[in-house]
Nanobody, 123 residues
Framework: QVQLVESGGGLVQAGGSLRVSCAASGRTLSSPAVGWFRQVPGKEREFVAAITRSGASTLYADSVKGRFTISTDNTKNTVYLQMNSLRPEDTAVYYC????????????????WGQGTQVTVSS
């Protein structure tokens, strides 16, 4: 089993930056990718970014492309999401997930999820 723990969320003003982390433990060697998703009350969980374990391939939602950067540190079994130029609409609980069924941008395909970390962007 794989366990994921997100951290680094908080309150930031619009235009600011924040980096959230996803630390993995357990049987992670076979996990092909890690994705970041976010969710606000009343809305579906939406794809943000994903990265293959090797780091060779990344994928971003159009809404964050050019502002967010996903990266990995396999030595630490950690995936990072650097968020720059934050906007109030980025406010959400951010979740990381691993072991997608096939596509990295489909939430329903991921087998393991973290508990989430709150990111709030003020005006």
């Amino acid at each position: 089993q794989v366990q994921l723990v997100e951290s680094g969320g908080g309150l930031v003003q619009a235009g600011g930056s924040l980096r959230v982390s996803c630390a993995a433990s357990g049987r992670t060697l076979s996990s092909p990718a890690v994705g970041w998703f976010r969710q606000v009350p009343g809305k579906e969980r939406e794809f943000v970014a994903a990265i293959t374990r090797s780091g060779a391939s990344t994928l971003y939602a159009d809404s964050v492309k050019g502002r967010f950067t996903i990266s990995t540190d396999n030595t630490k079994n950690t995936v990072y999401l650097q968020m720059n130029s934050l906007r109030p609409e980025d406010t959400a609980v951010y979740y990381c997930a691993t072991h997608p069924a096939l596509r990295m941008d489909v939430a329903g395909g991921y087998k393991y999820w973290g508990q989430g970390t709150q990111v709030t962007v003020s005006s």
